[in-house]
């Protein structure tokens, strides 16, 4: 099972928007409605910041907004804060009760 | 609260076994089904295997099916990983997760998650 493509990298200034974006195939994303996003800070657990393609557990900012178009997944950070700075990767559900993940992208905070 | 953390890491040679565990506290742990994910150093995540809450079905991910082997205690409230064989490549921080609904495990994603156990594989 391929893992899902990511940017390496994306940056943006202070009170800006970033959209990461998230590529898998028919067989995940394009054909469950159930894409999650992390937050992973240095020397930490990922931290869940959307699932199921666009909602938001309680605590996490409507700053974070999640969606999905064919085999594409995007994840967009508004108001970008400095503390928005960490590693974020995209999940989805391929059946069979297991998950793929993305490589990974790094957020800057210039 | 759900507190879920990992032991049994550190160096092993090429070709041994280990194994991990995950104990697991504030949820009814023979409930939900749990989830090991690793990273390797400076690399992304890789689902690895799901049990389900009571044991009967287990998924692996290609890379490590044969080779792990993912099983539970639920008198124990804990999860392990025997982790047979190893490859330098098995070299990686390993993380539990719990699955967030009760008796399902295809929702996709991951509340709550340990704060992870390194593996490193060297001779």
């Known amino acids: 099972q391929s893992a899902l493509t990511q940017p390496p990298s994306v940056s943006g200034s202070p009170g800006q928007s970033v959209t990461i974006s998230c590529t898998g195939s028919r067989s995940d994303i394009g054909l469950y409605d159930r894409v999650s996003w992390y937050r992973q800070p240095p020397g930490t657990a990922p931290q869940l910041i959307i699932y199921?393609?666009?909602d938001r557990p309680s605590g996490v900012p409507d700053r974070f907004s999640g969606s999905k178009s064919g085999n594409t997944a995007s994840l967009t950070i508004s108001g970008l804060q400095a503390e928005d700075e960490a590693d974020y990767y995209c999940?989805?559900?391929?059946?069979?009760?297991?998950?793929?993940f993305g490589g990974g992208t790094k957020l800057t905070v210039l | 609260q759900v507190q879920l953390v990992e032991s049994g890491g550190g160096v092993v040679q090429p070709g041994k076994p280990l194994t991990l565990s995950c104990a697991a506290s504030?949820?009814?742990?023979?409930?939900?089904?749990m989830h090991w994910v690793r990273q390797a150093p400076g690399k992304g995540l890789e689902w690895v295997a799901r049990?389900?809450?009571?044991?009967?079905?287990?998924t692996y991910a290609d890379s490590v099916k044969g080779r792990f082997t993912v099983s539970r205690d639920n008198s124990k409230n804990s999860l392990f990983l025997q982790v047979n064989s190893l490859r330098p490549e098995d070299t990686a921080v390993y993380f539990c997760?719990?699955?967030?609904?009760?008796?399902?495990?295809?929702?996709?994603?991951?509340?709550?998650w340990g704060q992870g156990i390194l593996v490193t594989v060297s001779s």
């Open positions: 997760a719990k699955s967030p609904m009760f008796y399902y495990d295809s929702s996709g994603y991951y509340v709550h």
């Open positions: 504030g949820f009814t742990f023979s409930s939900f089904g």
């Open positions: 199921d393609v666009s």
């Open positions: 999940c989805s559900y391929r059946g069979d009760s297991a998950v793929v």
């Open positions: 049990i389900s809450y009571d044991g009967s079905e287990k």
